[in-house]
């Protein structure tokens, strides 16, 4: 499994952004999506997953500001930020593993086993 992310830049404070993971090797519908974040000295974040059935789950920090949704035709993940903030800034990587299960979802870095190259997310004040 490849993935290829992509979307970020520089936005100013309340801009939005919407970040693509395109994957290949497996469908990403067969598989529990996430993305995750990491600022500068800091540990890797989770933002936010969708499972094989298709109900997303959020950091609470994030509810109501970000969207994951997916396309199965495209074999693609997004990540739809809207009101973004100065603290956003950080670079963003999407995340897969492979699951039979409808509803494994995980919420922390060792739940996935592919990861993207990440894409820097970079908001000003």
């Known amino acids: 499994v490849q993935l290829q992310a992509s979307g970020g830049g520089l936005v100013q404070a309340g801009g939005s952004l919407r970040l693509s993971c395109a994957a290949s090797?497996?469908?990403?519908?067969?598989?529990?999506m996430g993305w995750f974040r990491q600022a500068p000295g800091k540990e890797r974040e989770f933002v936010a997953a969708?499972?094989?059935?298709?109900?997303?789950f959020y950091e609470d920090t994030h509810k109501g500001r970000f969207t994951i949704s997916r396309d199965n035709a495209k074999n693609t993940v997004y990540l739809q930020m809207n009101s973004l903030k100065p603290e956003d800034t950080a670079v963003y990587y999407c995340?897969?593993?492979?699951?039979?299960?409808?509803?494994?979802?995980?919420?922390?870095?060792?739940?996935?086993?592919?990861w993207g190259q990440g894409t820097q997310v970079t908001v000003s004040s």
């Open positions: 995340a897969a593993t492979w699951t039979n299960s409808d509803t494994y979802t995980p919420n922390v870095p060792n739940g996935y086993d592919h």
């Open positions: 090797g497996r469908a990403v519908s067969s598989s529990a």
């Open positions: 969708l499972n094989r059935y298709g109900t997303a």
